[in-house]
């Protein structure tokens, strides 16, 4: 059963730095856009950033700008979030989704929940003193 797998969640303080990975399990992300959203209890999940399935298009949350930086390695089939100077208002359970499969060459980049087709269970990112 093909599955979206992350990881590369954990604790840090604030200002500190963590990588998360989105892979897929049975299958290649290589033809796919992504997504990465997160979600506090009691909130929607929100579009954290988001990127095209040739890496071209790339689109931020505001409250994310200058800090993260959303990546992708077609040749593993990896979707990476960099995530430096972190803030405590970070802390959430991070989720990625995938959009497709689209031709390499696709440009889209969509940050749109209703687009996903699938997502992973998740990765606690907590961002504490």
């Known amino acids: 059963q093909s599955q979206v797998v992350e990881s590369g969640g954990g604790f840090v303080q604030p200002g500190g730095s963590l990588r998360l990975s989105c892979v897929g399990s049975?299958?290649?992300?290589?033809?796919?856009?992504a997504s990465w959203f997160r979600q506090v209890p009691g909130k929607e999940r929100e579009a954290v950033s988001c990127i095209s399935a040739n890496g071209d298009n790339i689109k931020y949350a505001d409250s994310v700008k200058g800090r993260f930086t959303i990546s992708r390695n077609n040749a593993r089939g990896t979707i990476y979030l960099q995530m430096n100077s972190l803030k405590p208002e970070d802390t959430a359970l991070y989720f990625c989704?995938?959009?497709?499969?689209?031709?390499?060459?696709?440009?889209?980049?969509?940050?749109?929940?209703?687009?996903?087709?699938?997502w992973g269970k998740g990765t606690q990112v907590t961002v504490a003193s």
């Open positions: 989704g995938i959009d497709g499969p689209h031709y390499s060459t696709d440009t889209r980049a969509t940050c749109n929940y209703n687009s996903m087709n699938q």
């Open positions: 049975g299958f290649t992300l290589r033809n796919f856009a």
